[in-house]
């Protein structure tokens, strides 16, 4: 009885916790290209709602426009954009957060791990992620990743191959603002 009562808890105080999540992530408006990122364009769609499943990873999101409601693939739309003005893009049916885009795009994305296998909760965990472009792949920010995807960078190629270096001092900015991977990616 103990344990029903203990699973009945942790179940209540995650899904409690996915609903804040979805709350808080109300959508303004879609962006239906990366040229319309770029420029800024928003597509409202007279929208009184968006349901974006973070969660499941679906294919669509839910417009309620009107009080109609439409489905929409994520694969034909670029992302959308937040009532707290964060950008975000889908690429296999995952949302990713922007966070820059000079020359790299990146991106963050959260989700839910179990630290201990089999033990204790789950918890949020931010993973970074970059694109050479902000229409190709999606990676993870890793070393290796950035070896592979900028081999004609040299002064980055430098950086990250000196032993002392670590992937995620490139995500420091300096006295300006810019972001360290950004300086050393030379065009």
Same mark, same amino acid.
């Given at each position: ?61 839910? =417009? ?67 694109? =050479?472009?902000? =229409? ?52």
């Amino acid at each position: 009885m103990k344990k029903q009562i203990y699973i009945y808890i942790l179940g209540t105080l995650f899904i409690s916790n996915l609903n804040v999540q979805a709350q808080s992530n109300k959508v303004t408006g879609i962006f239906s290209s990366a040229n319309d990122f770029k420029a800024g364009v928003l597509k409202s769609y007279n929208i009184n709602k968006i349901k974006v499943d973070v969660f499941l990873n679906t294919s669509d999101i839910i =417009v309620y426009e009107n009080g109609i409601k439409t489905k929409i693939k994520k694969s034909s739309i670029f992302g959308y954009q937040n009532s707290k003005k964060e950008n975000y893009r889908f690429y296999n049916n995952i949302e990713y957060r922007i966070i820059d885009t000079g020359n790299v795009c990146l991106y963050s994305e959260y989700h839910y791990e179990n630290p201990v296998k089999g033990k204790g909760g789950m918890i949020k965990v931010e993973k970074i992620h970059f694109s =050479v472009t902000l =229409v190709s792949a999606i990676f993870s920010f890793t070393k290796e990743n950035i070896l592979k995807n900028f081999p004609e960078s040299t002064r980055l190629r430098m950086w990250l191959l000196n032993s002392s270096s670590k992937v995620e001092e490139l995500l420091q900015k300096d006295s300006n603002g810019k972001l360290l991977i950004q300086n050393l990616i030379v065009n």
